[in-house]
């Protein structure tokens, strides 16, 4: 069986939904207190086992690779300053995984940049972990229990939750082949952001996580710009169902859409909040806000 070493992390997206921030900085670098959010994504995919990582960026997007880069003068200076530990922290970052980067001429949609990595990938299943979806999870990194989907089921697997009726319309919505119970089970179509909740199939959306097989390139090349005249994944993966299975796994871990800025503060908190160094302070905080009201 194809074991999954591979992983592709879409991140040339414009981030409208967070301009002005977004003129200058990836949506990808914002810190989630001190770390940029594609550390934890980069984190996530290591944990499950994942040791070759594609970036997709964009001209623009230069920060993220010098993230992921070695910094020798900036080492230097901290060993010069006595400060060893941040020095052995800012290498180790360079040193996570086998990290490549690749640029997406132009922002024409998901599937668009899934497509940069066709020769990265070869023809091996892989799994994607898009930019800006931080999953954080005390039992195993969200694309590890869709690896697992897929080791049981050799099929396209979507990383999903239940999600309520007024957010359905933000998302990929899929329907279940027969019954969508479990954490695991068979999909047969998907509806992409659905304008009413009476238009989606079910209440279990797709939030940023999936393993896919290397047919989907095939299938990419010859798909049509769909909505927002963008090259969808979706459109691509529903083609896939024809030949390929496709199943909805459901994640255990809290997901957070740091591309949307009420997502951001929601991490930006949770996070805050468990860190030993100022979840106190930050707490104390809060609770002064909640008695002034
Ligand atoms: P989004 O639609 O969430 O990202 O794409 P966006 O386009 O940057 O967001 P807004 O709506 O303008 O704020 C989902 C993922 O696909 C990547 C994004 O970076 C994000 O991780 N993406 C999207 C690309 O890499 N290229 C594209 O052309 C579009």
């Given amino acids: 069986m194809n074991k999954i070493t591979k992983a592709v992390i879409p991140a040339a997206g414009l981030g409208t939904r967070f301009l002005p921030a977004t003129k200058a900085l990836p949506k990808e670098m914002l810190p989630i207190v001190d770390t940029p959010n594609i550390h934890y994504i980069v984190e996530e995919a290591v944990k499950a086992g994942i040791t070759d990582i594609l970036i997709i960026v964009s001209a623009s997007k230069e920060a993220i690779e010098n993230y992921f880069d070695v910094n020798p003068a900036l080492e230097m200076r901290l060993k010069a300053s006595k400060k060893d530990k941040e020095a052995e922290e800012i290498r180790a970052i360079a040193n996570m995984a086998n990290i490549v980067f690749i640029r997406q001429k132009e922002p024409k949609g998901l599937g668009d940049a899934i497509l940069y990595a066709k020769s990265f990938i070869g023809n091996e299943p892989f799994a994607v972990l898009l ?20 080791y049981k089921t050799q099929g396209t697997i979507l990383g999903c939750k239940k999600v309520s009726k007024d957010l359905l319309h933000k998302y990929g919505v899929v329907q279940p082949t027969g019954s969508s119970s479990g954490d695991l089970f068979e999909v047969c179509d998907m509806v992409e952001k659905p304008k009413d909740p009476a238009l989606a199939p079910s209440d279990v959306a797709v939030l940023g996580r999936y393993v896919l097989p290397p047919e989907i390139f095939k299938i990419l090349e010859n798909t049509k710009p769909g909505v927002g005249g963008e090259i969808q994944l979706t459109d691509a993966i529903k083609t896939s169902m024809e030949k390929i299975k496709c199943y909805a796994c459901v994640f255990t871990g809290t997901r957070y859409d740091i591309g949307d800025k009420f997502g951001y503060i929601k991490a930006t908190i949770d996070f805050a909040l468990k860190r030993p160094d100022i979840g106190p302070e930050l707490q104390a905080y809060i609770n002064t806000l909640a008695t002034k009201k």
Wanted: proline share 5%; hydrophobic share 40%; net charge negative.
């Fill in 131 to 150: 930019g800006d979806d931080l999953i954080t999870s005390d039992v195993k990194p969200a694309i590890g229990e869709l690896m697992d989907a897929y």
